[in-house]
């Protein structure tokens, strides 16, 4: 078991990379705490995770956008575990628009998701694993984070600045035995993806050189390495698993 006894958080954790990563996480021997702003749908997710996985899934839910929210999922995870070994901040949201189009509150509620929200999650974590001298983040960036791509401005200044701010976290907290990494997926098969039209699927799926979408375990899998002690020289990366799309 490579995550025997260690104890995960995973925000966006009701779907798509976020579920997928809590499934490979509880196979791992992890006790993993499952959050998400879809209450119902995730309590629902993890009831059924946790008779599976001999009681190892707690549902806690909380909106990334809100420090209220975030603080209290921290505290009431150290409460009910005891620690905090391994934080996976996946939750986000996407956003397809002209840039012209785009308003102030549009622009402001993808960063508050996207980008503070990462900061958020990854503060309250590192005020506790601060004392633990131990611990390992990994932020969701994208392909996005080091390309861009037409009509989504606030996206790709989210994800770059999670790009970023991984390294400095990395830096600040290295000495405290903490490492934060990034992951870079390319496209991914997930509802995420349910807003584009066909067409530009086709084309994206051309962009991957090994000529498919990628999927939410092949992600996972990457979280797992980097939150593992496999990764434990690892810190300050962004760690594409794109099919090859930004190697060209
Ligand atoms: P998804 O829509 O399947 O899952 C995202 C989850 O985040 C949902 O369960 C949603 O309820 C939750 N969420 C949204 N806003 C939230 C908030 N304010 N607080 C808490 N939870 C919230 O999407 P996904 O494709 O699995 O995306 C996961 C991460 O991967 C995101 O950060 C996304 O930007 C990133 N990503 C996805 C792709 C892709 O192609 N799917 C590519 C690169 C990066």
Not at 86 to 108: C, H, K, R
Not at 135 to 157: D, E, H, M, P, R
Not at 192 to 206: H, M, N, S, V
């Amino acid at each position: 078991m490579r995550l025997q006894d260690k104890k995960i958080l995973i925000t966006g954790g009701a779907s798509g990379i976020g579920l997928a990563s809590v499934e490979r996480c509880l196979e791992e021997g992890a006790s993993v705490v499952m959050s998400d702003l879809a209450t119902s749908k995730g309590e629902a997710l993890a009831k059924e995770l946790d008779a599976k996985h001999s009681g190892r899934c707690l549902f806690i839910p909380a909106d990334v956008s809100s420090t209220t929210e975030v603080d209290a999922l921290l505290n009431k995870m150290q409460q009910e575990l005891g620690r905090v070994d391994g934080v996976f901040n996946n939750a986000g949201i996407g956003g397809l628009a002209p840039s012209t189009e785009v308003t102030d509150e549009d622009f402001d509620k993808i960063l508050q998701i996207n980008l503070t929200g990462v900061f958020r999650v990854a503060r309250a974590a590192l005020k506790i694993m601060e004392k633990q001298d131990s611990g390992s983040i990994v932020n969701c960036a994208s392909i996005l984070g080091v390309f861009g791509q037409s009509q989504t401005a606030a996206y790709t200044a989210a994800k770059g600045g999670v790009v970023n701010m991984t390294r400095t976290l990395a830096l600040e907290y290295a000495s405290k035995g903490i490492r934060v990494n990034a992951i870079g997926p390319g496209y991914i098969d997930t509802p995420l993806l349910e807003a584009l039209d066909d067409e530009l699927k086709q084309f994206l799926i051309g962009m991957h050189p090994l000529g498919r979408l990628g999927r939410s375990e092949e992600v996972a899998n990457a979280f797992l390495f980097l939150v593992s002690d496999e990764a434990s020289f690892v810190t300050g990366a962004h760690l594409m698993v794109d099919g090859g799309f930004t190697a060209g």
